[in-house]
């Protein structure tokens, strides 16, 4: 029986199946002579959703016309390694303890990185926001976290005290 004019059906469909069997697939059939259009409708019917789109069948039938045949990924370059290491972030905070009005710009220039690891460290990693063109870190220690809750407690007996005429005497600010 001929896998180009039979009307081959598979009857039990894979949904769990692997890409390199998907290609397999394909290389077999097609050397066995059969179209890519036909090679991809077999696929459907047999891997359902898990199957490859039929451009993909038809970019992996190009490529075994083109002499390839192995049907396994080609080993590629990993993920850059990232130059924001442990060391260089406890560099970079340094670097602002040192000199708070220091740019991102400046960071990434010193350290050679771009632009967007830079800031990534810096108020990411480091947790460290521009205040009046100075470094500040952002999280309060415990020591200003009691003063603002005694603040915060003063205000409160204050109104409870002189009521909303207290209120209107308040002046607000950002952190600069």
């Not at 350290?111 to 810096?122: D, E, I, K, L, R």
């Not at 926001?129 to 603002?148: F, G, I, T, Y």
Request: with cysteine; proline share 2%; net charge positive.
């Amino acid at each position: 029986m001929s896998l180009r004019n039979s009307s081959y059906n598979m009857t039990a469909p894979m949904s769990n199946c692997t890409v390199e069997e998907q290609r397999g697939f394909i290389r077999f059939l097609w050397s066995g002579g059969v179209k890519p259009s036909e090679i991809y409708k077999r696929m459907k019917v047999q891997y359902g959703d898990s199957c490859l789109s039929q451009g993909r069948v038809c970019e992996w039938v190009e490529r075994f016309q083109n002499g390839r045949q192995n049907i396994s990924d080609e080993h590629r370059r990993g993920r850059p390694v990232s130059v924001a290491t442990e060391t260089v972030k406890q560099q970079i905070e340094q670097r602002i303890r040192d000199y708070r009005r220091v740019t991102i710009e400046e960071i990434a220039v010193e350290f050679n990185m771009s632009h967007g690891t830079a800031y990534n460290v810096v108020y990411n990693d480091l947790g460290y926001r521009k205040v009046c063109s100075r470094w500040v870190p952002r999280q309060l220690s415990d020591d200003h976290k009691r003063a603002r809750q005694t603040i915060c407690q003063e205000h409160l007996d204050r109104h409870a005290r002189e009521g909303d005429a207290f209120l209107h005497r308040i002046v607000t600010g950002d952190e600069s």
